[in-house]
């Protein structure tokens, strides 16, 4: 049976965003003709967490409502390098807890971090949203794996916009940054469009 997580950010014991992500895994029951019992404020009431600081507080569930939990300090990670990836039959609908599809493209990888193209359009990193600057606004692919919490969060607060972002016009941007449930939108973590090691030369050098 697939599993499926959560991972929420918790911040001095307050948690962050717990109602959209109690949605998407209602969502997640229903989509498979399933109802969901298990709620994640009473789980994370349980753990008696009181500790101050950053948290990730990560739930592994099935469609019969099995679930464990972790919580444990998180760091921001940063890159020195990201690298185009083309996976035109990737499908992450949904937040499975198997992710043996993404450690393996980024295995093959010569950077950091990988950003995956699927039909030409750029989608997401392995663990993230997107955001990209132009003209000092930000924009998110409208075309993306996940649509994560944050990236809804975000579009809903109209801090940021969609726009299609491909192979073709990822260099008209000159920055761009990570988002996800515990790492939001935030200038001080932004990377030069020039972070990645293999941007298309020309217009015809598109082949990856």
């Given at each position: 049976?697939?599993?499926?997580?959560?991972?929420?950010?918790?911040?001095?014991?307050?948690?962050?965003?717990?109602?959209?992500?109690?949605?998407?895994?209602?969502?997640?029951?229903?989509?498979?003709?399933?109802?969901?019992?298990?709620?994640?404020?009473?789980?994370?009431?349980?753990?008696?967490?009181?500790?101050?600081?950053?948290?990730?507080?990560?739930?592994?569930?099935?469609?019969?409502?099995?679930?464990?939990?972790?919580?444990?300090?998180?760091?921001?990670?940063?890159?020195?390098?990201?690298?185009?990836?083309?996976?035109?039959?990737?499908?992450?609908?949904?937040?499975?807890?198997?992710?043996?599809?993404?450690?393996?493209?980024?295995?093959?990888?010569?950077?950091?971090?990988?950003?995956?193209?699927?039909?030409?359009?750029?989608?997401?990193?392995?663990?993230?949203?997107?955001?990209?600057?132009?003209?000092?606004?930000?924009?998110?692919?409208?075309?993306?794996?996940?649509?994560?919490?944050?990236?809804?969060?975000?579009?809903?607060?109209?801090?940021?916009?969609?726009?299609?972002?491909?192979?073709?016009?990822?260099?008209?941007?000159?920055?761009?940054?990570?988002?996800?449930?515990?790492?939001d939108f935030d200038d001080m973590f932004i990377y030069p469009i020039e972070k990645i090691i293999?941007?298309?030369?020309?217009?015809?050098?598109?082949?990856?």
């Amino acid at each position: 049976m697939s599993r499926f997580i959560e991972s929420i950010k918790v911040e001095d014991q307050k948690l962050f965003l717990a109602e959209m992500h109690q949605k998407r895994m209602n969502d997640t029951f229903s989509y498979f003709g399933k109802a969901c019992t298990i709620d994640i404020r009473s789980l994370y009431l349980s753990l008696e967490h009181d500790e101050d600081g950053l948290f990730k507080f990560r739930i592994e569930y099935d469609l019969d409502n099995n679930c464990k939990t972790q919580i444990f300090p998180y760091a921001f990670m940063e890159f020195e390098s990201f690298e185009l990836v083309v996976n035109n039959d990737l499908d992450y609908q949904f937040k499975y807890a198997d992710r043996t599809v993404f450690q393996n493209l980024k295995s093959k990888s010569l950077a950091d971090e990988i950003i995956i193209i699927r039909e030409n359009q750029v989608t997401d990193t392995s663990f993230s949203n997107l955001l990209f600057l132009k003209d000092k606004k930000w924009y998110t692919p409208k075309n993306y794996l996940l649509n994560g919490v944050m990236r809804q969060h975000l579009l809903a607060k109209k801090k940021i916009k969609e726009a299609d972002i491909s192979l073709d016009n990822i260099k008209e941007f000159s920055h761009f940054q990570l988002i996800n449930a515990l790492n939001d939108f935030d200038d001080m973590f932004i990377y030069p469009i020039e972070k990645i090691i293999n941007l298309p030369k020309e217009e015809t050098d598109l082949e990856f």
